[in-house]
């Protein structure tokens, strides 16, 4: 597939507009050195193209009359050895919105122009200095707002899922290989060549499916963890959920049956977005809004990265209650924390074991349930375990993949013909080669850097 390499000399601020001392524009492109030539002089008296590659040079950005118009150092250096494999100097200016205007127009009519979003990054990538996936990890550490997500975009930054990937397509290439080799001994049933294909496709299914199970959930937490605080009215909720943010965000009241709606609230907490949720009590009801707000919380329950079932502990709870807590319990188990409340005045009720006995009136015990919280997202974290992450566009065409392999299966059985199957099979491989952007179209790349910002 041939993309047009654009060699223009680009200019973008790559750092981001708003306050700061220093700002960062970066140029690069065929001619940069020339241009950047135009706009400076240097402190030591030498020419910008003259200097060494990978040096900082200490000077003045110059309009077109030579008038100075900021003191700055620029950063030189020759490609191939560079972020977009082009000749790049990037120039670190005092961080003002009318310097940064004025060293933009000189470098336009130096003759760079605009740099569109992720231009850099896309020359990044059709020079080779990466694949696809790690330049889209690169938005992705950029807007990651948890640690987790972070530490992942990292790890595909370094190259992660396209090692599981190449790994993928070298699997491939071998069924491939298998598949022609059986024209050459296409009369000796016994090479059972079908078998080990179909072996090395199977083994490929069982990752997909693997990555599979763990994408909606990785995609959630990409947005931040969903805590529900679900339980029967009256338990004690609201008081909790604003404990626990540590504001009075809910309205608390005597009254059964005071929160009919789904509240939520976020916050940071050890480098991860949290999304409290308050939710209406469950019980039978008459009444028509509550009875929708009932169907909201066990909604909640069931969208929640982490329950919190809060057990009214100042009374002995119904048989319905119970039931309904011993659903929830066996269903999302391996999620749910559960809460004794009203710790202060509890009676001694054991509805569930291994419950945290708590009330809003006792900070330690508010501590206590962040603690199990915090023990909660890491298992969480942990679970999930797969090193891969990946965005919808990635998940899109691995379920394209499994979906060709679906349809190579059938081609396994009976008398085979390897013709066609290594047809196949190479459709396959092709389909692997526009995750890591080797075969990918113009209009799909494009796409993938619309995402990014101007500058990267
Ligand atoms: N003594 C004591 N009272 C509590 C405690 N937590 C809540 N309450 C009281 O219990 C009543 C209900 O509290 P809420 O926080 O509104 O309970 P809720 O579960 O949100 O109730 P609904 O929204 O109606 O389902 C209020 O009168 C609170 O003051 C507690 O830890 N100790
Ligand atoms: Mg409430």
Known sequence: ?????????????????????????????????????????????????????????????????????????????????????????????????????????AALKSGARLAQEGEFTKRAVLNKKMDLIQAEAINDLIHANNQQTLKQSLAQLNGTLSAWIHQIEKQLIKAIALSEASFEFIDEEDMAFGTQIEKILAGIMDDIEK???????????????????????????????????????????????TTRDVIESGLYRNGTYLTMVDTAGLRQTEDKIEKEGIKRSEQEAQKADIILLIIDGSRENSKEEQAIYHELHTTHRHKTIVIKNKADI?????????????????????????????????????????????????????LQLEQKLIEIFPLLKGTIQYELLSYHLSDAVAHIAELTGKTISEESMNAVFREFCVGK
């Open 1 to 105: 597939m041939l993309l047009s390499r654009d060699e223009a000399t680009i200019i973008a601020q790559c750092t981001p507009k708003g306050s700061g001392a220093l700002a960062l524009l970066r140029l690069s492109g065929i001619n940069t050195l020339d241009i950047a030539g135009k706009m400076s002089t240097l402190a030591s008296g030498k020419k910008l193209i003259d200097v060494p590659t990978h040096t900082i040079q200490y000077g003045s950005v110059v309009d077109q009359k030579g008038t100075a118009i900021d003191q700055v150092l620029f950063l030189v250096m020759h490609g191939p050895k560079t972020f977009t494999g082009q000749d790049t100097v990037e120039i670190s200016c005092h961080n003002n919105p009318f310097i940064i205007e004025a060293i933009t127009a």
């Open 211 to 257: 990555i599979k199970e763990s994408f909606d959930q990785q995609n959630q937490i990409r947005n931040g963890i969903r805590i529900a605080l679900i339980g029967s009215v009256n338990a004690g909720k609201s008081s909790l959920f604003n404990a626990l943010l540590g504001k009075d965000r809910a309205i608390v009241t005597e009254q059964p049956g």
């Open 346 to 398: 509890a009676k001694d009720v054991d509805i569930v074991p291994d419950a945290i006995s708590a009330s809003y009136k006792q900070p330690k015990s508010i501590e206590t349930i962040n603690q199990a919280i915090e023990r909660m997202i890491n298992r969480l974290f942990t679970t999930i375990a797969s090193p891969l992450l990946l965005n919808q566009r990635q998940f899109n065409l691995l």
